[in-house]
């Protein structure tokens, strides 16, 4: 059975870290309909000014972030000692765990164009080992079908094998369309599926869905996309319903809000990094 639009949601102009402009599509209204996906916040600007003053250190617990830049630069620097930078269509992606404190800072660049996803972490994973990856372009399989390409960014697509997290399955790939084009993806019935329009508009079951907007998915084994303009580029994310209690605020996300509380108290009390460091960061 194809699967169909089951709800579509179009972000927001907000600001976040020091003052970086984004779009946030999903949040704290959508965590039960989009599970296991916490938060999508999408970048698209020309202008520096939107987004160099970047995001300081800030603290995470309880979540996986996965920063995807198909244009544009971003530097990550974190409390386990890890200094890294991506570049033009490279993916970051932190397991929080139990603790960590990470900055990131936004170069200047011709465009950015991107988006971070926060991936919610299993009720017995919440305080698992923080870790820190990049997944450079090298490390990506672009995999070209009739109508344009997919970047292979986590997870498998065929027989075709990409990063691979620890935590939750992740299926994530950049799918690009070229006029007229169209592709059909296979899946399992029950998998949670959203897609997310980086560029270009698209349809799902003849139902049309406009730039920079996430949709989710009824069940179904197929899921057919066709482009309806001259280009599209699709974010295809793929994962597992979660189905449990969530209690979020701030940068922290937990299943109760006693450990929310146990959270803030480490913070203030200086407990809040749980792992050995091989050495501080700056």
Do not use: C
């Not at 997944?135 to 065929?158: C, F, Q």
């Not at 069940?219 to 209690?245: C, H, M, Y």
């Amino acid at each position: 059975m194809d699967r169909k639009i089951k709800t579509k949601v179009q972000g927001f102009r907000t600001k976040d870290g020091a003052g970086v402009s984004l779009v946030r599509v999903l949040g704290h209204e959508t965590t039960e309909e989009f599970d296991p996906i916490l938060m999508l916040d999408s970048f698209d600007s020309t202008n520096p000014a939107d987004y160099t003053a970047g995001f300081p250190m800030h603290p995470h617990r309880g979540i996986e972030t996965v920063s995807y830049l198909y244009k544009g630069k971003m530097v990550h620097k974190d409390t386990l000692g890890n200094v890294d930078g991506i570049g033009d269509g490279e993916v970051q992606w932190m397991n929080s765990g139990s603790g960590i404190e990470h900055e990131e800072q936004v170069p200047a660049a011709d465009r950015l164009l991107g988006v971070q996803l926060w991936l919610n972490l299993p009720q017995a994973e919440k305080m698992s080992t923080p870790t820190y990856r990049s997944i450079k372009r090298d490390e990506i399989e672009e995999i070209e079908y009739e109508h344009g390409k997919i970047r292979l960014l986590a997870g498998s697509y065929k027989d075709h094998q990409g990063f691979k997290g620890d935590h939750l399955p992740l299926d994530y790939y950049d799918i690009h369309i070229n006029k007229g084009g169209s592709i059909t993806l296979d899946m399992e019935e029950d998998d949670s599926v959203m897609i997310f329009t980086l560029l270009g508009q698209v349809s799902v079951g003849g139902e049309l869905v406009n730039e920079k907007t996430a949709v989710k998915l009824t069940d179904g084994d197929t899921l057919t996309i066709k482009n309806e303009g001259d280009f599209a580029q699709v974010l295809f994310i793929k994962s597992r319903k979660l189905g449990e209690p969530i209690a979020w605020a701030g940068p922290i996300v937990m299943n109760s809000q006693a450990e929310l509380r146990q959270a803030y108290f480490d913070l203030r009390n200086g407990t809040f990094i749980r792992e050995e460091l091989d050495f501080q960061v700056d």
